[in-house]
């Protein structure tokens, strides 16, 4: 089966995800753009190459505010997938372009929709959600809010209903999918949770390294890690106000941040002025998947106070607890409640101070605790159990003869 997928970049985790697929026999064509993209967070590292086939293509911001490839009709003319797999935003050219929906009915192609999904309001209950769960961009910049953005979004959800009225199946990375997808008319059985995952084959093999290597940090029972991208939407500021909480009761406990970006200046800044600067160790960005294993193999536990990412995917592979708060969903799917974390209260200092103090109480549970996070990456969510779900999904999304 010949399988296109649309992205706007190829994240070092995504090409290892690609190349398993592929040598699963999926037949792989990748569309990215041609310079750079306008919809992944800045800094996350991009690869180049792979075992696939990987074409670039000019993207542009269509008239309707998002961004496109104008290009893709004649990619898929000349490329003839079975499958045509979308994510946002790419999948509204299925409903703005005309062009793109006559070239996959010419050679059969299925559509396949593939989201977290993240932010996606139920249909027809946009107001009630976004009052729920207010939407901020990387700046922790308030997005819902006036007449204008709640038009926005009552016009999206029509056409996001549209485009899967015509998909085939969807591919999803969160069981949140069955909540949210059948209310724009996606039925259960259209829905692939195929979850998302780093390559932990590597991980794995890297770790045994770790375990053999000198230690880079002085013993600790206490020691809280998070990784990252230091911007406001992942709320290390959050972190820094719990953690200042803690040091009252556990003055030996540490807090050791690795990452850059736009607010590490800040965050320093916020650690001196709660007098806890000799307590938390800021290490810069780190891509050496050693010495990243070195930190996470040396610390007690992960927190991730906002945002995430396959963060949560990595810390547990080398047996972390993990302490988190639902953000985007994928985070239910990893992290049980008292077997291998804790979630609190999203955006609450007080509630992840209670919860990293109860865990400190303990050192034994917190490493029975890191042992079921890691038997929960090499029994459920791993890059071979993955690419396979992958690989399920394609072979019912072949018995469907409906193309656009």
Not at 39 to 62: D, N, Q, S
Request: charge should be positive.
């Amino acid at each position: 089966m010949k399988v296109l997928f649309t992205f706007g970049g190829i994240p070092h985790y995504l090409n290892a995800m690609l190349n398993k697929i592929q040598a699963k026999g999926a037949d792989i064509t990748v569309v990215s753009p041609r310079k750079g993209n306008t919809t992944i967070g800045k800094g996350v590292k991009m690869v180049e190459g792979g075992t696939y086939k990987h074409l670039t293509t000019f993207e542009k911001k269509a008239f309707y505010g998002k961004s496109s490839f104008p290009a893709l009709p004649r990619i898929i003319a000349e490329e003839k997938p079975d499958i045509v797999v979308m994510g946002w935003p790419y999948f509204l050219q299925i409903f703005f372009q005309p062009a793109l929906r006559k070239a996959m009915k010419a050679c059969n192609a299925r559509l396949v929709i593939r989201e977290i999904p993240f932010q996606t309001p139920p249909y027809g209950k946009i107001t009630e959600y976004f009052k729920e769960h207010p939407m901020y961009d990387e700046a922790m910049r308030l997005l819902s809010t006036g007449a204008g953005f709640y038009l926005r979004q009552w016009m999206t959800a029509g056409i996001r209903k549209y485009c899967y009225s015509k998909a085939v199946g969807t591919l999803n990375y969160s069981t949140a999918a069955y909540d949210i997808l059948p209310s724009y008319g996606v039925k259960k059985e259209q829905i692939h949770v195929t979850y998302n995952s780093t390559d932990t084959e590597a991980l794995l093999k890297e770790k045994e390294s770790v375990l053999a290597s000198p230690a880079i940090l002085p013993p600790s029972e206490r020691r809280l890690l998070h990784i990252g991208r230091l911007v406001k939407w992942k709320r290390v500021d959050l972190l820094i106000d719990a953690f200042r909480k803690v040091t009252a009761a556990y003055p030996d406990a540490e807090l050791v941040i690795v990452g850059d970006g736009p607010e590490l200046e800040n965050l320093r800044q916020q650690a001196a002025k709660l007098q806890i600067a000799d307590k938390v160790r800021f290490i810069g960005a780190v891509y050496d998947p050693k010495i990243l294993g070195a930190y996470m193999n040396e610390s007690s536990i992960y927190v991730l106070a906002g945002m995430g990412g396959l963060s949560i995917n990595d810390a547990m592979t080398y047996g972390m607890p993990v302490l988190c708060s639902v953000c985007d969903s994928t985070e239910r799917d990893l992290v049980i409640e008292g077997k291998n974390g804790f979630f609190f209260k999203d955006g609450d200092a007080d509630s992840l101070a209670a919860k990293i103090e109860m865990m400190f109480e303990s050192p034994e549970q917190c490493r029975r605790m890191g042992d079921a996070s890691e038997r929960i990456i090499r029994e459920k969510i791993n890059i071979e159990i993955v690419s396979e779900r992958y690989m399920a999904a394609f072979r019912e999304f072949m018995k469907v003869s409906k193309s656009l």
